[in-house]
């Protein structure tokens, strides 16, 4: 079992940055790719970025493409997920996400989940 714990949610501006960080124990994550996801009250969980668990391969959604930027430290057990420019519909409950999977990209590809963290960005 991984048991996930994300950190660095918060209330920004739009224009300002938040760095998320996910702790995972239980096991290394070094065989895991990782992933985040958000969701936005009265949507669905949507994928936002992935990366592979040597960090060669990263993939983002669209909207946040050349914004956010995801990477791990398997040394520390912990993946990170940057967060520039953030804009009113960035405002969502980030999860993050732990894969057996090479490239995961859909929700179903995820093993296990963190609790979750508010990122509020107000205009």
């Known amino acids: 079992q991984v048991q996930l714990v994300e950190f660095g949610g918060g209330l920004v501006q739009a224009g300002g940055s938040l760095r998320l960080s996910c702790a995972a124990s239980?096991?290394?994550?070094?065989?895991?790719?990782m992933g985040w996801f958000r969701q936005a009250l009265g949507k669905e969980r949507e994928f936002v970025a992935a990366?592979?668990?040597?960090?060669?391969?990263?993939y983002y959604v669209d909207s946040v493409k050349g914004r956010f930027t995801i990477s791990r430290d398997n040394a520390k057990n912990t993946v990170y997920l940057q967060m520039n420019s953030l804009k009113p519909e960035d405002t969502a409950v980030y999860y993050c996400?732990?894969?057996?999977?090479?490239?995961?990209?859909?929700?179903?590809?995820?093993?296990?989940w963190g609790q979750g963290t508010q990122v509020t960005v107000s205009s």
């Open positions: 239980g096991r290394t994550i070094s065989s895991y790719a």
């Open positions: 996400s732990a894969s057996l999977a090479a490239t995961p990209m859909t929700h179903e590809e995820y093993n296990y």
């Open positions: 990366i592979s668990w040597g960090g060669v391969w990263t």
